[in-house]
């Protein structure tokens, strides 16, 4: 499912995405940036996964000393590198989030917002191990998911982006607590609190929860 952002869901047709969202989404997509950037310290490394066409990588340029965005999707980051080109402290690759291409303890902080541990749709734990490895010991990762009360603007939004032919009809049959299915195979869930401790349970991380604007789940990952 994560090539559906590859092959059906790049570059100006991500975009469009989030040209579409209303208000409400705006909002939210506006206090994840500020929640992560507002614990980034100045002049820090910070790693971004599934940085998609670059939409949060100045945000965090501006803060960070060195920001790298990796995406699966060439063609999000060929289309992003125009959204980063004033921004020389950012740098972009084609990598897998699971099997990253970095040393150990490379980056100060890891971001992947915007409910990407679910929207990968990788082995989860698999993806919180690999993020910690390329974390130094003291650094925060940074995951977030939808909170439960803000479904009824993430359907709204996906209903938009359905309209617009940019994903699947949505089979309303499946579609429902926190899951968004849509005709074309396309599927969207979501992590709570309860998911995030037990994805990183005996992992070498310390954890924190908490909830953003009332949209946003975030966990808060410390590496030991």
Not at 125 to 151: C, D, H, M, N, Q
Request: glycine share 10%.
């Amino acid at each position: 499912m994560f090539g559906y952002y590859r092959e059906k869901l790049a570059a100006e047709r991500l975009k469009r995405c989030y040209d579409i969202a209303g208000p409400r989404i705006r909002q939210y997509l506006k206090a994840e940036i500020d929640f992560v950037t507002e614990h980034i310290q100045s002049g820090s490394r910070v790693l971004e996964l599934g940085c998609g066409y670059g939409r949060i990588l100045p945000g965090l340029a501006q803060k960070a000393g060195i920001v790298v965005g990796i995406d699966n999707a060439a063609e999000s980051l060929h289309y992003g590198s125009q959204e980063i080109r004033n921004y020389r402290n950012c740098h972009l690759a084609v990598m897998d989030a699971v099997y990253l291409g970095f040393a150990d303890k490379s980056f100060d902080y890891l971001v992947c917002i915007q409910n990407g541990i679910s929207a990968f749709h990788v082995g989860q734990v698999e993806l919180i191990r690999e993020s910690g490895r390329v974390v130094r010991p003291g650094g925060k990762i940074f995951f977030s998911t939808y909170a439960k009360r803000f479904w009824p603007y993430r359907l709204e939004w996906f209903e938009k982006q359905a309209a617009e032919g940019l994903v699947g009809e949505i089979d309303y049959d499946k579609t429902g607590e926190g899951k968004i299915v849509c005709k074309d195979g396309f599927t969207a869930t979501a992590v709570d609190a309860e998911g995030f401790l037990r994805l990183t349970a005996g992992l070498k991380v310390e954890t924190e929860i908490c909830e953003v604007d009332g949209s946003s789940l975030f966990c808060i990952l410390t590496r030991s």
